[in-house]
Nanobody, 129 residues
Framework: EVQLVESGGGLVQAGGSLRLSCAAS????????INWFRQAPGREREAISC????????YYANSMKGRFTISSDKAKNTVYLRIDSLKPEDTAVYYC??????????????????????WGKGTLVTVSS
């Protein structure tokens, strides 16, 4: 059984940093692109980033470049998302998701969430002003 388990969310002050973790089990890490998404209250889910499991190539949605950094530890089957200079508008549930074979085209990630094969349950990040 494939499981993606996010952790690291919580309440943080604006301007701070946070590192989220996504621990993957039940899949061959090399065979997947691992993605991060977020969904704020009342808003649609949006793609943040993807990292290729086989070679670590990273992709970012244009609107997410700069403050978000994705990385992975293959030995731990874990993908991380670091968020710097947190803003109240970063408040959202952050999800990781796995797509078989590769990362989709992040130059226009519209609809990317529709092709994910597995999802985690999310971790809530709340940024106070």
């Amino acid at each position: 059984e494939v499981q993606l388990v996010e952790s690291g969310g919580g309440l943080v002050q604006a301007g701070g940093s946070l590192r989220l973790s996504c621990a993957a089990s039940g899949l061959n890490f090399d065979d997947y692109g691992i993605n991060w998404f977020r969904q704020a209250p009342g808003r649609e889910r949006e793609a943040i980033s993807c990292i290729s499991g086989i070679d670590g190539t990273t992709y970012y949605a244009n609107s997410m470049k700069g403050r978000f950094t994705i990385s992975s530890d293959k030995a731990k089957n874990t993908v991380y998302l670091r968020i710097d200079s947190l803003k109240p508008e970063d408040t959202a549930v952050y999800y990781c998701a796995a797509q078989y074979s590769y990362c989709s085209d992040y130059s226009d990630p519209t609809g990317v969430d529709g092709v994910m094969d597995f999802w985690g349950k999310g971790t809530l990040v709340t940024v106070s002003s």
